[in-house]
C-alpha cells in the first residue's frame, strides 16, 4: 500500500462510516413508515447488483453495508463476486435501488481498495 494513498482511503472509510448510519437512520424510518401504515403497499423484490470491487473484502463490506440496513438483505453473492442477490422491501425501480446501493457504499469502497 502506498502511503500516498493513505490518507485518501482513511478519507473513503470516515465517508463510508458516516454514510452507513445517515442510512441507517433514514432505512430505519423508511421501514418504520411502511410497517406502521394502514395503506402502505411496499413493492418487494430482489434485485441484482454488479459489483465493482475487486478484492473479497471489498464485495464482503459491500454485501454487509447492504445487508446490516433496513429493508434489504443480501441473499448470495455469485461465485465470480461480480454480482450480489439483494431482497429490497420496497424497491420501485430495480435501476435506482442500484444506483443508490452503489453511491452511497460502493464509491467509498472502491476509494479504499485503491481505485476511483
Do not use: N
Not at 502511503?3 to 423508511?30: H, I, K, M
Amino acid at each position: 500500500m502506498s502511503l500516498l494513498r493513505l490518507p485518501l482511503r482513511l478519507w473513503a472509510l470516515l465517508c463510508l462510516v458516516a454514510t452507513f448510519l445517515w442510512d441507517l437512520v433514514a432505512s430505519s424510518l423508511s421501514v418504520a413508515r411502511i410497517v406502521l401504515s394502514p395503506y402502505a403497499q411496499p413493492l418487494p423484490a430482489i434485485v441484482v447488483v454488479p459489483v465493482e470491487a475487486r478484492t473479497r473484502w471489498g464485495v464482503a463490506l459491500f454485501a454487509y453495508c447492504v445487508s446490516l440496513t433496513p429493508g434489504s438483505t443480501c441473499l448470495h453473492v455469485s461465485d465470480d463476486l461480480r454480482r450480489f442477490y439483494v431482497h429490497v422491501l420496497d424497491a420501485r425501480r430495480d435501476e435506482e435501488v442500484i444506483a443508490q446501493f452503489k453511491r452511497l457504499y460502493e464509491r467509498w469502497i472502491l476509494m479504499m481498495e485503491g481505485g476511483r
